[in-house]
């Protein structure tokens, strides 16, 4: 950071088990900070925004946070998504002393609470949070039907994976299948995995599977499978549009939550419509883009209620003193700790349009 510019690094994973495209996310990223650029940036700052891939892979994206803070300089770094990546990345930042927010991914894993990373903050309710939410909704879609888990085997996700199962036990008695060991998935689940993994669901007779794994295990999986399912799960990346788009008709009716809404109600946002339009030559956003505008969205008014002196310190104090945070895309924030979510978007894919619509705001 400078007297005149303020430099941000984002990292999400695009080449790896991710599904999602690189063009979205480099598309995406400025969006939001062009506008306010124009107008005068952040008390007389320019805001730049540096993007890195990080593979999939927690050592790829230890790799490239330390280079966005050493070598770009980088004031702050959001992870977008991935939850191996998001939690090495934020230890990574906080041993370096740089802020680092998230979405709500894990709480905690076999190194600790990321609650206890003193640069840490998770901007959207993590998994665990969720889970109550998913068992409500997956009672809700059942009818009667019985219910199953599925968890990519991440220790990352062990807790998640606990967490939901008793949220599942609670919400539904008998109709839920404890899947016990098959409840975990390779964490690229592709070929035979794939297919063992969805034979499993099918004999099971579960008419729900509430699932937590990378896109591209999911897109695998329900192409395998010879009986449909509706799949509910937490946000975010499940509940992205080119999933419902490849997935498609197999997801027909899956739920999962999100820490932004649908295109259906990204299109009437005319700010960032226009945003975007305006960096990418007339284009159409997805809503990669939107997720990346709603991030920068929240980090810019943080920033700007930090004030004129801003450093990483008062960065970090202005969150934990102010608490909540208004955006209109994300859910309101609440940082009564480092976990500030407060609710979730819930989505439905449509089949019909191969894409997921909004049902609106669900909470805990």
């Not at 390779?186 to 937590?212: E, F, H, M, R, Y």
């Not at 960032?272 to 997805?286: H, S, V």
């Amino acid at each position: 950071m400078t007297a005149t510019a303020i430099r941000i690094g984002f990292h999400a994973p695009v080449t790896g088990a991710a599904a999602i495209p690189s063009t979205s996310f480099q598309r995406g990223i400025q969006v939001y900070f062009d506008d306010v650029n124009k107008r005068g940036g952040i008390h007389g700052r320019k805001v730049e925004v540096f993007f890195e891939d990080d593979q999939f892979r927690p050592d790829v994206a230890v790799a490239k946070c330390k280079d966005l803070a050493e070598t770009k300089k980088v004031f702050m770094i959001f992870g977008g998504a991935g939850s191996d990546q998001i939690e090495a990345c934020a230890r990574y930042a906080a041993s370096a002393g740089v802020p680092y927010m998230s979405a709500g991914v894990q709480q905690a894993s076999k190194n600790g609470s990321l609650g206890d990373l003193n640069t840490y903050y998770a901007a959207t309710l993590t998994y665990e949070q969720q889970a109550p939410i998913v068992a409500r909704i997956a009672k809700q879609v059942a009818s009667g039907k019985k219910v199953t888990l599925r968890v990519a085997d991440n220790s990352s996700l062990d807790g998640y994976f606990q967490a939901q199962g008793s949220a599942l036990a609670s919400a539904l008695g008998g109709s839920y299948v404890n899947p016990g060991g098959s409840g975990r998935i390779p964490k690229n689940t592709q070929g035979g995995d794939a297919l063992d993994v969805g034979t499993k669901i099918c004999n099971s007779g579960a008419g729900v599977v509430v699932w937590n794994a990378s896109p591209s295990s999911l897109l695998n999986v329900s192409a395998s499978m010879p009986c449909t399912v509706i799949f509910v799960g937490p946000g975010l990346s499940n509940g992205l549009n080119i999933v419902a788009n490849a997935g498609c008709p197999k997801l027909n009716n899956a739920r999962f939550l999100s820490p932004f809404p649908g295109m259906d109600v990204m299109r009437k946002n005319d700010a960032f419509m226009r945003a975007y339009a305006a960096r990418n030559g007339g284009a159409a956003p997805d809503d990669i883009a939107a997720s990346v505008y709603a991030s920068e969205a929240l980090l810019g008014q943080i920033l700007m209620a930090t004030g004129k002196s801003l450093d990483r310190q008062s960065f970090l104090s202005t969150i934990a003193r102010q608490r909540v945070f208004k955006n209109g895309i994300f859910p309101p924030t609440n940082f009564r700790s480092r976990f500030g979510g407060t609710a979730m978007w819930h989505l439905r894919a449509d089949c019909g349009k191969r894409e997921y619509v909004t049902e609106g705001l669900v909470s805990p």
